[in-house]
Each structure stands twice: as C-alpha cells, then as structure tokens.
C-alpha cells in the first residue's frame, strides 16, 4: 500500500468514506483472493495517478463482512465510488485500464 491508499472497516467506514466531501472509491477485497491480489497493486498506482480528484481505501471483506453486505459485494476485488455518501457505481475490475475507464467515465 501507499501513501494515497488507507485502510477502513466497519468502524471508520461512515466518517472517512461516506462522510467525505470528494469522491471516494473503496476496493473491497479479501487476502486469499488471487484477482484481489493482483489487483491491489494496480489500485495503487491509480491512487497515485488521480491523487486529488478521489479519495482511495481498502476493505477486507473478511475484517468487516458488515460493509460487503451492506454495499451487496459478491466477488473480490469489486470497487465502488462513492460521491455525497451515496452510492455512484461499482465495477469488478480486471485491469488497471478497465479502472481507469471506470473512474474517467464517473468522477
């Protein structure tokens, strides 16, 4: 992880991703996920790219499964932005590009 990408969970979820005034996108992810592996790197060099247009966290589904049904996860890695405390769009991605497409298109 980097500088650009901070953790949440159930806890911390309200203040620092649905409180937040900027858009914020959220990987939910789990540790025994090969594609959540392999996409957690990608995450955080798009966090580098679009510093100060987004906010970036990580969620492990596992440390807080409350999130992930709350926000209907169903497969790792899944992002979802959030703008305003709502609920913008989600994706599952599978390349830096895809993301990429995704934030362009709904930031």
């Known amino acids: 992880m980097n500088d ?3 953790v ?3 806890f ?7 409180q937040r005034t900027t858009p914020a996108l959220v ?4 540790t025994w996920s ?3 592996k392999s996409m957690g790197p990608l995450f955080n060099e798009v ?7 987004a906010s970036f966290f990580k969620l492990d589904i ?3 499964p409350e999130m992930a049904r709350k926000f209907n996860v169903r497969a790792v890695p899944t992002v979802i932005l959030f703008k305003g405390g709502k609920v913008v769009a ?8 895809h993301l990429t497409d995704f934030i362009d298109k709904n930031i």
């Open 90 to 97: 989600s994706l599952v991605p599978i390349s830096k590009g």
């Open 47 to 53: 966090a580098v790219d679009y510093s100060g247009n």
């Open 34 to 36: 090969n594609p959540a």
């Open 4 to 6: 650009k990408v901070a």
């Open 8 to 10: 949440c969970d159930n």
């Open 62 to 64: 596992d440390e807080s």
């Open 12 to 18: 911390s979820f309200d203040s620092v991703v649905l």
């Open 27 to 30: 990987m939910f992810h789990a």
